[in-house]
């Protein structure tokens, strides 16, 4: 039986026992990163840091390590506010800043291997490892992430989820590049940025389903 | 007009503020206060939607307001955050119309029909020979008349038409055997 607006008011009102205002995007952004980090830093401690050091500390490698993490930070700031009604939806193109970075830092990567080993430089190997472990080192993270944005109003629930996803899987991304051996940029590129982009377009694709508005019964 | 904007949006602000912090009273005011605003906006939005339909998107707004109301800052106008909601809510109405709409057929009116020529009593172009039945059943026996308007052309029951006419069930079934018979008999003999 459809209840009228008047006993719609009347029950929500009964059942309103006041609620805590959610903080800032930003603020969420490092609650975010406080339950994240540990857990990466902990994964990436048991799997041990890789020795060669040299290729650490190399301009392209940090250029596309900070690129990877400023796109975790930014995607996550773009989904804590895509579920905020009223935010300027221009915030949300935050991420494709260092996201641009980092694709263009490989793509120069794959350019410079192309250049020094000729055709030999932009092989592809199968390297399925890749996508589950950055599934692994991203899954809390994502979980983290998932209960933090549903707690918002699912007012684009695929770009947010989209988001929420980018932000983990770039996360998971940044430390899987400490500890896994180090690749061509190819390689990085179509494995690495590739399961990014794929994890993401997954997420985006169920958006609709694991975020949506509560619906009032309908009329028959 | 600006100001009266504004003072509008600082009461719902208010209003939603003490709501957060668990004041039911304020929570009543500024539902009811949102219910005509969303109602309008509904309106504005969907011009061709039915009463009924506006009230249901204005129930799903009420109830997108109430679950989402953490996300309102009190530091931000009142009226975009509802917009969205608002706007939100109506597109999901109109992406919910177009899926219902893609899962339903066309009914396709299959008529029942049959062969036989005395079932046919339509003429060519469609139309009944309401002439003719007219002549017929006027030129029956009273009674008979009278069995055939109760029971076949007011459609009731015999239990109804007995007590409508004053006749026992039994010679209304007996009245109205007759009166088919000698129609069909008259009907036929015309063509």
Not at chain 1, 17 to 42: M, N, Q
Not at chain 1, 104 to 113: A, I
Not at chain 2, 3 to 12: A, C, F, I, T
Not at chain 2, 36 to 42: F, G, L, T
């Amino acid at each position: 039986m459809m209840e009228t607006t008047d006993d719609l008011i009347r029950n929500l009102v009964a059942s309103d026992k006041g609620i805590g205002r959610l903080p800032s995007p930003w603020r969420r952004v490092s609650l975010w990163l406080a339950v994240a980090l540990p857990y990466v830093a902990l994964i990436v401690i048991g799997m041990g840091v890789r020795a060669n050091l040299d290729e650490l500390s190399s301009t392209r490698f940090l250029i596309e390590q900070t690129a990877t993490l400023l796109t975790a930070l930014c995607a996550a700031f773009a989904a804590f506010c895509a579920v905020i009604p009223g935010v300027s939806r221009r915030l949300l193109l935050l991420p494709l800043l260092p996201l641009t970075v980092w694709l263009g830092s490989l793509g120069q990567g794959c350019l410079q291997d192309w250049l020094r080993y000729g055709a030999a430089g932009l092989t592809i190997e199968p390297d399925w490892h890749c996508a589950p472990r950055i599934v692994i080192v991203g899954a809390i993270p994502a979980i983290a992430m998932f209960v933090m944005l549903r707690k918002g109003a699912p007012l684009a629930p695929r770009l947010t989820m989209a988001l929420g996803a980018l932000a983990a899987a770039a996360l998971g991304n940044f430390a899987l590049r400490l500890f896994h051996p180090p690749d061509a940029s190819l390689m990085v590129l179509v494995w690495h940025f590739g399961g990014v982009a794929l994890l993401s377009a997954l997420a985006g694709a169920v958006g609709r389903y694991l975020h949506h508005w509560p619906r009032a019964p309908r009329r028959a | 007009m600006q100001k009266q904007e504004d003072d509008g949006d600082s009461g719902l602000r208010h209003l939603m503020k003490a709501a957060q912090e668990g004041d039911r009273a304020s929570y009543n005011r500024l539902l009811r206060q949102l219910v005509p605003m969303v109602r309008n906006a509904v309106r504005v939005q969907r011009s061709f939607l039915g009463q009924a339909d506006i009230e249901d998107i204005v129930q799903d707004v009420l109830l997108s307001v109430h679950a989402v109301r953490a996300t309102y800052s009190p530091e931000r106008p009142f009226a975009p955050w509802l917009a969205a909601i608002v706007r939100n809510r109506v597109a999901d109405s109109g992406r919910r119309y177009v899926r219902s709409k893609s899962a339903e057929q066309a009914a396709v009116g299959f008529y029942e029909t049959f062969s036989p020529d005395e079932t046919n009593t339509t003429n060519e172009d469609g139309s009944v020979d309401a002439d003719a039945l007219r002549h017929a059943i006027a030129s029956l026996p009273a009674g008979q008349r009278r069995a055939v308007e109760l029971v076949k052309l007011r459609e009731m029951s015999l239990k109804e038409a007995a007590h409508e006419s004053g006749m026992s069930v039994a010679s209304l079934k007996v009245s109205v055997h007759r009166a088919i018979k000698a129609l069909r008999t008259r009907l036929k003999k015309r063509e």
